[in-house]
């Protein structure tokens, strides 16, 4: 199969949807697929894979709110008509299609049935709604809508109305396993570590709800350690902290992989205390995938991911931003191994879910679904009921 | 003041022309729209009577037991059945109401849950080789593009029928006679066991 994907935001500059772009790419062209990416480029000498073409130097622009780096005018009109002429490509993939970017300019100019993901859980209604107007008869040409999570396609809902498909994003879940080898944060059972990722000075991120929880926690399990990993500036968080908080947290700062592994893989309880802003909870997967027991605040975004199986969800959850429940329930897991060990087997079957395996599997699907209904659209050019036929006055008799 | 007639005339026209193009427009926008329709329930057509057949050849498979089997074969038959005797004209869109397949494909639903327990389907499964294991798999994956197939329908409608609602759209019947399409609504769940 030939397909194209439009990414609306520079594919050089690390972010989410560039992520999971990449990684579609290199999942179907592994599969034997001819897979070509459209996005903008920052740095237009730097090292592309061969798959993408560059749709014009990204610009930063605020747009919804944050500045992203897009591009659009004349050069990448003509790039982007130029790809999709030379692509041939039998379904076009567009991601954040109402994006001022190359995502929008596909779908404007494309011919071929077209499928289309939404990332963002934070649309901005003003921008959507001036220019609905002008979008609908574009989007009238997206033929299957995929949203990331269920925030996501409210999003969707709410300001294109219809409804979406979801398909969770994609966690190459094997890099996670665990190896059962002892790390440098591997705790004891006097000494359990419980392990917190994410920028340390952005408040959604909710290191302080953690924190705040700390003295009760260490009432209770006097040995527990709580390391940190994530960017921020380690001295003010650190400076803030009551002397025996300080005393029991560990401050990594930014982390590589391979210790972000090794931090997952050993972690006795894994605490997330976002208080909002999350769309997908991408960590959460790889907590599970590593084998980390997942303590969680109750974000709608978090409690999709953790799932509610026959057997429970996959996760402990406690009331978003409430730092006396958290504690106790962190001192109730830790009190608890059979707990942890159910969640943690509970957790890694979860997470197998959301492998790119299976995720591209259903991409596909999609696909196929798609182009099976473009393909049958046109039933027969003699048969098919076409403009003029449509046009034509009903009969007397008929109504 | 004096009224130029020329002046007025070319108004006129023009405003005729650009009244007469948005027309056409939006004419052949609904038509691009009913396409749209039109390939979106043949899809689910399509994926449905996949559905069916798979749970056919899973039922006669051997690899369930007999009662099983015959819940399965019985509800799959009706819609294969169903399926036939009201077949989707040619055109799709004329009398559109997917000839009433709602509730036999619901039927067929309800079976496939009923039948699919988690210890059938590990069952099946723990033989990779055997015919079972492959016909499950061919029920799930129609099943669940089926389910997308709908989804997709459906949205396509909502788009028509905003369209067709439109003023102009009514008062100049651009629609022609193409009948107003429906969602098509019944249970698409995958049996809970088949997804875990």
């Known amino acids: ?399 | 003041m004096q009224v130029d007639i020329l002046q007025v005339a070319t108004i006129v026209a023009l405003v005729v022309l650009a009244a007469a193009w948005y027309l056409s427009y939006s004419a052949s926008r609904l038509d691009r729209l009913h396409a749209k329709v039109e390939g979106a329930v043949s899809a689910l057509d399509a994926q449905l009577v996949r559905r069916a057949e798979a749970t056919l050849e899973l039922a006669t498979s051997g690899a369930v037991d007999p009662a099983t089997s015959l819940l399965l074969a019985d509800a799959a038959s009706g819609a294969l059945e169903r399926h036939t005797h009201h077949p989707l004209s040619h055109d799709l869109l004329d009398g559109q109401n997917f000839a009433g397949r709602e509730h036999t494909e619901t039927d067929l639903t309800d079976a496939l849950k009923a039948a699919l327990t988690p210890e059938t389907v590990a069952e099946l499964r723990a033989d990779p080789q055997g015919p079972g294991s492959d016909a499950l798999a061919r029920v799930e994956a129609s099943a669940l593009r089926a389910q997308m197939a709908r989804r997709f329908h459906n949205d396509a409608v909502r788009e028509v029928r905003r369209v067709r609602e439109k003023w102009f759209v009514r008062l100049f019947r651009l629609a022609g006679r193409a009948a107003l399409p429906e969602p098509v609504e019944f249970d698409d769940d995958l049996p809970p066991a088949v997804v875990d």
């Open chain 1, 1 to 399: 199969m030939r397909i194209g994907l439009v990414c609306p935001y520079a594919f050089d500059v690390p972010g989410g949807v560039q992520f999971h772009v990449r990684d579609l790419a290199e999942h179907f062209t592994a599969q034997g697929h001819e897979v070509g990416v459209l996005a903008p480029v920052d740095d237009p000498v730097g090292d592309l894979p061969a798959y993408v073409t560059s749709s014009g130097r990204a610009v930063p622009v605020r747009y919804n709110g944050s500045v992203a780096r897009l591009t659009f005018g004349p050069v990448t009109s003509s790039r982007v008509s130029r790809w999709l002429e030379e692509g041939e490509f039998d379904v076009l993939h567009l991601h954040e299609p109402v994006t001022p970017s190359a995502s929008l300019m596909a779908l404007w100019a494309s011919s071929e049935p077209v499928v289309a993901t939404f990332h963002t859980a934070n649309l901005r209604s003003r921008a959507m709604h001036a220019a609905n107007p002008l979008l609908r008869p574009s989007t009238e040409k997206i033929r299957a809508r995929i949203a990331v999570s269920e925030e996501a396609r409210s999003t969707v809902v709410r300001h294109l109305g219809g409804d979406a498909y979801i398909i969770p994003n994609g966690v190459d879940t094997g890099r996670f396993t665990p190896s059962g080898e002892t790390t440098r944060f591997s705790g004891t059972a006097e000494r359990p570590v419980l392990a917190f990722l994410g920028r340390i000075d952005e408040p959604r991120k909710g290191l302080s709800v953690l924190t705040d929880a700390m003295p009760a926690i260490l009432d209770a399990v006097p040995g527990v350690r709580l390391v940190v990993a994530g960017p921020g500036d380690v001295d003010e968080i650190r400076g803030a902290l009551d002397p025996r908080v300080r005393a029991a947290t560990e401050f990594l700062g930014a982390v590589s992989e391979a210790d972000k592994v090794d931090l997952l893989r050993s972690a006795d309880v894994y605490v997330a205390p976002h208080t909002g802003g999350e769309s997908f909870g991408i960590v959460l997967v790889e907590a599970m995938a590593a084998g980390a027991p997942v303590l969680a605040s109750d974000l709608c975004a978090f409690t999709a991911v953790l799932g509610d199986g026959p057997d429970g969800p996959a996760g402990a959850t406690f009331a978003n931003g409430d730092s006396p429940a958290l504690s106790q329930a962190v001192v109730e897991l830790l009190r608890t191994p059979d707990e942890r060990s159910r969640l943690r087997d509970l957790g890694l079957r979860r997470a197998r879910s959301f492998d790119w395996d299976v995720v591209a599997e259903r991409v596909m699907a999609v696909y196929e679904t798609v182009i099976d209904g473009a393909d049958r659209a046109p039933l027969d050019p003699i048969q098919r009921p076409g403009l003029l036929s449509r046009l034509r006055w009903p009969a007397r008799g008929e109504s």
